[in-house]
């Protein structure tokens, strides 16, 4: 194994590789990083290419796609003189840096002019769970690459192979960070509100825990909802939960917190409101975020009406 980048996550996987046996090659672009791994075992490169020779898997993990492009510009599919020329072909390159679908997609384009094998991932954990079960890494690109390093890459976590579609690890990753920061978002502004009367976040937090966690059981019945179009089901429809938000900005106002986190949601709902989905479930919102509002409404007379407006791109943003 060849681990490039040797930052917490680097550092957690090229630990893991070795863990479980794998000689493993590490390299970082500044020095220092590396002294811990190499008293465990691993050779430390001296340069990229060096580390790149070393193994038939490459797994880069770095800061970002610019990182990953600054980290293996020096490659040359073309053998420019001075440039490393053709080290890359039939090796393996596991990229496990966040980034987007179309990032994903051009990074595969880029191993396959310089013939490589590519795969894309997604770590779904933090640097002390690499190595443990619980620790879930997504994968996608080529299903035959992925089986041939399945056991190696098992040292990890938790393997997962997507979809042959590049882009599916990082969608997944994004959505999967999306629903994190969602929750981290709301715990923040409800601290925030409990702090203001000085109750303690250590008070308050056990609570949140249980709230969340019975809210949690909803998201099965919401997918069902999304993808089968009916959003009828509700013992707490849309309309209801619109005015009943009303106050929890009314109320952040009033103890003097900010309402940043909590205003986009507001508008989200009255457009649903607006969209003649009052009367549905919440999940209803999802299928709005396929669609841009485009056009202001006076919030208070759409959710205290009965015939509310057809239009699905609606904005309340600015009552
Ligand atoms: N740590 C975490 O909790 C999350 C868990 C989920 C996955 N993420 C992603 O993993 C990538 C690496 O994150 P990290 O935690 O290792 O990040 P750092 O500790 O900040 O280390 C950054 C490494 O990137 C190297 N680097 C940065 N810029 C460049 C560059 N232009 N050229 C070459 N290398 C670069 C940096 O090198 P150095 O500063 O030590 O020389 C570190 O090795 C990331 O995508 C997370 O989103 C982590």
Redesign the pocket.
């Known amino acids: 194994m060849t681990v490039?980048?040797?930052?917490?996550?680097?550092?957690?996987l090229a630990g893991a590789f070795l863990d479980n046996g794998h000689p493993t090659t590490v390299w970082?672009?500044?020095d220092?990083?590396s002294a811990e791994l190499a008293g465990r075992g691993a050779t430390v490169a001296a340069t990229v290419a060096d580390a790149v020779a070393a193994s038939p898997i490459v797994v880069i993990?770095?800061?970002?796609y610019?990182?990953?492009?600054?980290?293996l510009r020096g490659f040359s599919a073309s053998g420019i003189p001075g440039r490393p020329a053709g080290i890359l072909v039939g090796r393996t390159l596991v990229n496990?840096?966040?980034?987007t679908p179309r990032q994903a997609h051009e990074m595969a384009r880029w191993a396959a002019t310089h013939g490589a094998n590519y795969l894309d991932g997604?770590?779904?954990?933090?640097?002390p769970m690499i190595g443990s079960t619980g620790s879930l890494v997504l994968y996608s690109g080529s299903p035959e690459v992925f089986t041939a390093h399945e056991r190696t890459l098992a040292a990890l976590g938790t393997s997962t192979h997507l979809s042959a579609d590049v882009g599916r690890a990082s969608l997944y990753?994004i959505a999967l960070l999306s629903a994190m920061y969602g929750m981290f978002g709301g715990f923040f502004h409800a601290v925030a509100m409990v702090n203001s009367e000085k109750v303690p976040a250590t008070e308050f937090t056990p609570l949140a825990v249980s709230w969340l966690t019975a809210m949690i059981t909803s998201l099965p019945a919401m997918a069902k909802a999304v993808d089968s179009g009916d959003h009828s089901a509700t013992d707490s429809n849309l309309r209801m939960q619109a005015l009943a938000y009303v106050n929890l900005l009314e109320a952040s106002r009033d103890q003097g917190v900010s309402t940043e986190l909590v205003e986009p949601m507001r508008a989200l709902l009255n457009r649903g409101v607006a969209a003649n989905r009052g009367n549905g479930d919440l999940s209803g919102l999802i299928d709005l975020l396929h669609t841009s509002p485009v056009r202001n409404l006076r919030t208070d007379d759409l959710l205290h009406s009965d015939s509310v407006g057809d239009n699905e791109s609606t904005d309340f943003g600015s009552e």
């Open positions: 490039l980048g040797l930052g917490a996550m680097g550092r957690a970082n672009r500044t220092g990083k993990c770095v800061l970002d610019d990182a990953v492009s600054d980290v496990l840096t966040n980034g997604g770590i779904m954990a933090v640097p990753d």
